[in-house]
């Protein structure tokens, strides 16, 4: 039989196993979370410097002033992110917020964006004979919105009949790669 002493030091041992496993395991959640962090921080930089070099080449006024919210909104956001200002960041989420709750004018917006930052795709889809509620909807997909997101945020219960349409009128067929992956694959 195993004395006390030796039962003993196998439990410590097996805890202290343990907690270096579970310590191992938080720390790469740490480092992956970390990651993804520094990883959307470089995104947003570069969308924010792409806005800002539009904005230059841009010479109507209002998409400039349109450019130039949207480059300043990403700014404010990246500092947040940064400093960790929870209240900054609550400011500009709360801006966003107010932003897209705008639907129509955010839609209308968005396709003025694209319209200027990826002349070519918006071209590609007029060719097919979109219309500019269509194209609007191919923008949210070109922003990283799924199906489900865009029929939520537009409120719209026909959304996938809709997507059918834009799907036939641009020759993809139902095998075809999703239509999310296609408008993206439009970005140059």
């Known amino acids: 039989?195993?004395?006390?002493?030796?039962?003993?030091?196998?439990?410590?041992?097996?805890?202290?196993?343990?907690?270096i496993v579970l310590q191992s395991l938080w720390i790469a959640r740490?480092?992956?979370s970390q990651r993804q962090a520094q990883d959307l921080i470089k995104t947003l930089e570069m969308e924010r410097a792409m806005l800002v070099r539009l904005r230059d080449q841009v010479e109507y006024k209002d998409i400039r002033q349109l450019l130039e919210r949207r480059a300043s909104l990403i700014g404010r956001l990246l500092a947040a992110g940064i400093s960790g200002d929870s209240q900054q960041h609550e400011s500009v989420l709360e801006e966003v917020g107010?932003?897209?709750?705008?639907r129509e004018t955010f839609m209308q917006e968005n396709l003025q964006l694209?319209?200027?930052?990826?002349?070519?795709?918006?071209?590609?889809?007029?060719?097919c004979g979109?219309?500019?509620?269509?194209?609007?909807i191919c923008c949210l997909y070109a922003?990283?919105?799924n199906g489900k997101a865009i029929q939520q945020y537009t409120g719209d219960g026909r959304h996938y009949q809709n997507v059918g349409l834009i799907r036939k009128k641009l020759g993809l067929g139902e095998h075809d790669k999703n239509i999310d992956?296609?408008?993206k694959s439009l970005i140059k």
């Open 98 to 102: 107010s932003l897209v709750a705008e």
């Open 181 to 183: 992956g296609y408008i």
């Open 30 to 32: 740490y480092k992956k």
């Open 114 to 127: 694209y319209e200027r930052w990826q002349p070519a795709m918006i071209a590609r889809l007029r060719e």
């Open 1 to 19: 039989m195993l004395g006390w002493k030796v039962i003993l030091s196998i439990v410590l041992l097996a805890a202290l196993i343990l907690i």
């Open 143 to 145: 922003m990283g919105l």
């Open 130 to 136: 979109l219309t500019d509620e269509e194209l609007q």
